[in-house]
C-alpha cells in the first residue's frame, strides 16, 4: 500500500481543499491529512475563522481521506512521514522547495485558481464591516 500525507490549516473550507485531496490520492492508496491545530496557527501568525474540531471534522468527512491527525509543528513533518511510512508528501507549489529534505517522494501541485481561504477571509471581513 502506498501512503500519502497533506497539510494544511483548512479553513473556510472549500473545492480547492478537495482538489488538493484528490490529487494527492492520485499518489498513493492511502491518504493522511494534516490539520494545523488552532495553537500552531498562533505560532504561524494565522487566525483561522474555525476552530480545529470544526475544521478536522469537515476534513474527516471527505471520503478521499483516510486518517486525520493534528499539526502542532514545522518539524512535526520529518517524524510523520517515519511514524506513518509515508511514500510521498504532497503540498501546494508556493511551498516548492520547503520540503525537498524529508525522505520520501515530495510532490509540489500547483494551487487551485480562483479560490483560496485568505481570499473568501477578505470577502467574509468586507461583509462584516458593511
Same mark, same amino acid.
Given at each position: 500500500?502506498?501512503? &500519502?500525507?497533506?497539510? =494544511?490549516?483548512?479553513?473556510?473550507?472549500?473545492?480547492?481543499? +478537495?482538489?488538493?485531496?484528490?490529487?494527492?490520492?492520485?499518489?498513493? @492508496?492511502?491518504?493522511? !491529512?494534516?490539520? *494545523?491545530? @488552532?495553537?500552531?496557527?498562533?505560532?504561524? %501568525?494565522?487566525?483561522?475563522?474555525?476552530?480545529?474540531?470544526?475544521?478536522?471534522?469537515?476534513?474527516? *468527512?471527505? #471520503?478521499?481521506?483516510?486518517?486525520? +491527525?493534528?499539526?502542532?509543528?514545522?518539524?512535526?513533518?520529518? /517524524?510523520? !512521514? +517515519? #511514524?506513518? %511510512?509515508? @511514500?510521498?508528501?504532497?503540498? =501546494? @507549489?508556493?511551498?516548492?522547495?520547503?520540503?525537498?529534505?524529508?525522505?520520501? #517522494? &515530495? !510532490?509540489?501541485?500547483?494551487?487551485?485558481?480562483?479560490? *483560496? /481561504?485568505?481570499?473568501?477571509?477578505? +470577502?467574509?471581513?468586507?461583509?462584516?464591516?458593511?
Amino acid at each position: 500500500m502506498k501512503k &500519502v500525507i497533506t497539510y =494544511g490549516t483548512f479553513d473556510t473550507f472549500h473545492y480547492g481543499h +478537495i482538489e488538493i485531496f484528490r490529487r494527492a490520492k492520485e499518489f498513493g @492508496d492511502h491518504l493522511t !491529512v494534516a490539520v *494545523s491545530t @488552532d495553537n500552531f496557527n498562533k505560532l504561524k %501568525n494565522k487566525i483561522s475563522v474555525f476552530p480545529f474540531d470544526k475544521r478536522k471534522e469537515w476534513v474527516e *468527512s471527505i #471520503n478521499l481521506v483516510d486518517l486525520v +491527525i493534528p499539526e502542532y509543528s514545522w518539524e512535526q513533518k520529518e /517524524s510523520d !512521514v +517515519i #511514524n506513518y %511510512n509515508v @511514500d510521498t508528501f504532497v503540498i =501546494g @507549489d508556493d511551498w516548492k522547495g520547503k520540503f525537498d529534505y524529508l525522505s520520501c #517522494n &515530495v !510532490v509540489y501541485i500547483p494551487r487551485t485558481e480562483i479560490i *483560496s /481561504s485568505t481570499e473568501i477571509r477578505k +470577502i467574509l471581513n468586507g461583509m462584516a464591516s458593511t
